[in-house]
């Protein structure tokens, strides 16, 4: 690795240098390379004003300012790889293309230092050819023939500086952006590049390190899979124009990712919000996904990616059941099992998404910014120098019955600080009206959690609901929609063995920050007694037990009003389609049934064996020791409208 380092470092030196011995500059490319991708004309109309609009900033492009002060990295790149170009050719006026040929003009003349971090990386220097390369019949073919023999003289020298970047590094997807870079300038400049082997030897290197069997890129971040998905598509067209016959492997991870892509999609065409991705706009992903294949259908088995896809009804249920990826800053997110929930084209459980600038990525990788189990406000992933750490373990299973699915999941995250086991169990009814869960904490010692249930931002809660069910007042908070495609939903969230809260949250859905709530669940430990004061209260117990049967044999014991177990009967009668919140049969929630009470007419037997020796058990120098039982709580979700 030393030694690669090395050379790689001096063939950069090397590019730097000016270009001598490359022959004689076409006026034109070879090949006139042409961009796919829709551009917005309102952004272009800003453009040639000298506003470069991206997210909630608004950031000064024009010859001499190019807004290097004060803007997030993601901003900076955003200028730097001249994607804003489609906005100005979308605009499609005189002026817009006199504004791109003025910056192009400037950025040649005063380019930005090689050492220039964000500017010449990889991926952004893959992306500027290419963009450049794509627009040329845009800005270029009618341009006097200076600015042509000047504008080919810089692609030259970029193509000099990327080509000296191979091989691109291993497990980045910036590889893929860069691929295609060095292929748009071999293209373009054959007398000058002649490297369509290396390139297919780097590509096919990359796609057997990146992407995994089941369709899923290894950073499992499904904003990073559509942008690998893009260049790859680019890749692929530039194989057609040249005539040549693009990889199998190409071919074959284009058809995968599209297909796991697909499955990671909600019912608005955005995609799931896990491990840092956004929903990005869905026209782009529609795009994408027809030019990569003609495979219509989504991956049904992403074990490898450790994703779980439930649909039924038009009700998707997406599940991150693995574990988080080593490699990229963007994906480290402590969300092990969260969940996101919609209907149609309503979302209604998210995650938080992922934020623009380091410190909100920081905040929302956390386990508290996902729908799952926040156990004593620590993150159920430990992160070792950038690494997952070793012990972590995610175990899911999924089952499918006439239609509804039950998931079985669990990890061992907080098992090395606290010594528990986290479960989670979620049933999705068939018809898509009812999703339920148990949340469950097993280990020695009991503490506080947190269940978390963040809500899209066009959900609204109504706290104070009550209804009456078998005559006795529930909690049930009403959760709210009017989608203009899906029109009013009304969804009732009951819960036991918590208390709740409606609390602020925030949702990056688009990468800016938009206001939302949460419904977060608390429970509480207990305070205990000590061994002394459990052993007191069994030998009182006891003696009043043996005081009883000293009475009149006639003696009788009252019948005891059974408890309710409504939310177990909620959990665990998947037939229970039609959402029925009523009483099912008792064999199916025994754990909160009392034991049959004793007849009127039957008669207390005297001592038995076993309860002389729970007597001299408690007359020795070991008491019993009290045992935790696991902490448990259980939610509905189930919808009235």
């Known amino acids: 690795m030393a030694l690669q380092s090395m050379l790689r470092k001096m063939r950069l030196s090397l590019a730097r240098l000016p270009p001598v011995g490359y022959g004689k500059l076409p006026l034109n490319p070879a090949y006139f390379l042409r961009d796919l991708w829709n551009g917005n004309s309102i952004y272009g109309m800003h453009l040639t004003k000298g506003e470069l609009i991206y997210k909630d900033y608004i950031i000064p492009l024009q010859p ?17 790889d001249f994607s804003w170009l489609r906005d100005l050719r979308e605009f499609g006026t005189d002026n817009a293309r ?7 003009v400037d950025w040649m003349s005063r380019p930005p230092n090689t050492q220039h971090k964000v500017a010449y990386r990889s991926d952004i220097l893959g992306k500027r050819l290419i963009n450049w390369l794509g627009h040329y019949d845009f800005f270029a073919s009618s341009a006097d023939e200076a600015f042509k023999r000047q504008f080919m003289h810089r692609v030259l020298i970029e193509g000099r500086y990327i080509t000296a970047m191979l091989p691109p590094t291993a497990g980045s997807y910036y590889a893929f952006a860069m691929l295609k870079g060095v292929m ?22 990359e796609l057997a390190n ?43 991870a284009l058809d995968n990712l599209s297909r796991a892509l697909r499955a990671l999609r909600h019912g608005d065409g955005g995609l799931a919000l896990f491990n840092g991705s956004n929903e990005s706009n869905p026209q782009s992903i529609d ?39 080593d490699i990229g800053r963007r ?46 406000g620590t993150d159920s992933v430990e992160f070792v120098q950038g690494k997952v750490a070793s012990h972590f373990e995610a175990v899911a299973k999924h089952h499918i019955e006439e239609g509804a699915h039950l998931l079985e999941m669990g990890h061992n995250g907080w098992l090395k600080r606290y010594g528990v086991i986290y479960q989670r169990i979620i049933y999705l009814s068939s018809n898509g009206q009812i999703l339920k869960g148990e949340e469950r904490i097993d280990g020695p010692q009991q503490y506080p959690f947190m269940v978390r249930f963040h ?5 609204v809660v109504e706290e104070d609901f009550i209804e009456f069910v078998n005559g006795k007042p529930e909690h049930v908070y009403a959760l709210m929609a009017n989608n203009p495609h899906e029109g009013r939903q009304i969804w009732w969230f009951r819960f036991s063995g918590a208390n709740a809260r409606i609390e602020e949250s925030v949702y990056f859905g688009s990468g800016s920050r938009v206001l ?4 977060v669940l608390y429970v509480t430990v207990p305070e205990k007694k000590n061994k002394d004061e459990v052993v007191s209260v069994q030998t009182e117990l006891l003696s009043k037990t043996d005081e009883t049967h000293e009475v009149d044999t006639q003696t009788v014991l009252a019948e005891q009003p059974e408890e309710s177990s409504d939310y177990v009967a909620i959990f665990h009668n998947k037939n229970n389609d039609q959402g029925s919140w009523q009483e099912s049969d008792p064999a199916l929630h025994s754990e909160t049934v009392l034991e049959t009470t004793v007849p009127q007419e039957t008669v207390i037997s005297e001592p038995t064996e076993n309860h002389e020796k729970e007597k001299h058990a408690l007359e020795t120098d070991n008491p019993i020791e009290e045992v935790d039982a696991p902490q448990i709580v259980r939610w509905a979700l189930h919808r009235k409208l």
Not at 184 to 205: H, M, W, Y
Not at 213 to 224: L, T
Not at 239 to 248: E, G, M, V
Not at 288 to 310: D, S
């Open 64 to 80: 001499g300012l190019w807004g290097k002060q004060n803007i997030p990295v993601d901003g900076l790149c955003k200028i730097y």
């Open 98 to 104: 006199l504004c791109a040929r003025a910056l192009i």
């Open 184 to 205: 748009a300038v071999s293209l373009c400049l054959p007398e000058q590049f002649d490297l369509s082997v290396k390139i297919t030897r780097c590509l096919k290197n």
């Open 210 to 252: 990146q992407i995994l069997e089941d369709g899923v890129h290894i950073e499992r971040n499904a904003e990073i899979q559509l942008m690998v998905l893009q260049d790859l598509v680019e890749i692929k067209l530039m194989y057609q124009l040249t005539k040549q016959r693009p990889p199998n492997e190409l071919t074959s």
């Open 287 to 325: 795009r994408i996904l027809f030019h990569a294949t003609q495979k219509r259908v989504a991956m049904t088995n992403m074990t490898k990616g450790g994703y779980i896809r439930c649909y039924a009804n038009r009700a998707t249920l997406l599940v991150d059941s693995g574990t988080p990826a």
């Open 331 to 376: 994906s480290k997110h402590a969300g092990c099992l969260s969940l996101e929930f919609s209907v149609g084209k309503q979302r209604v459980f998210v995650n938080c998404g992922a934020g623009e600038t380091k410190t909100w990525r920081s905040i929302l990788g956390c386990t508290a910014a996902h729908s799952v189990l926040d156990l004593n």
């Open 455 to 459: 809500l899209h931002p066009s959900i």
């Open 516 to 519: 939302s709530k949460q419904i």
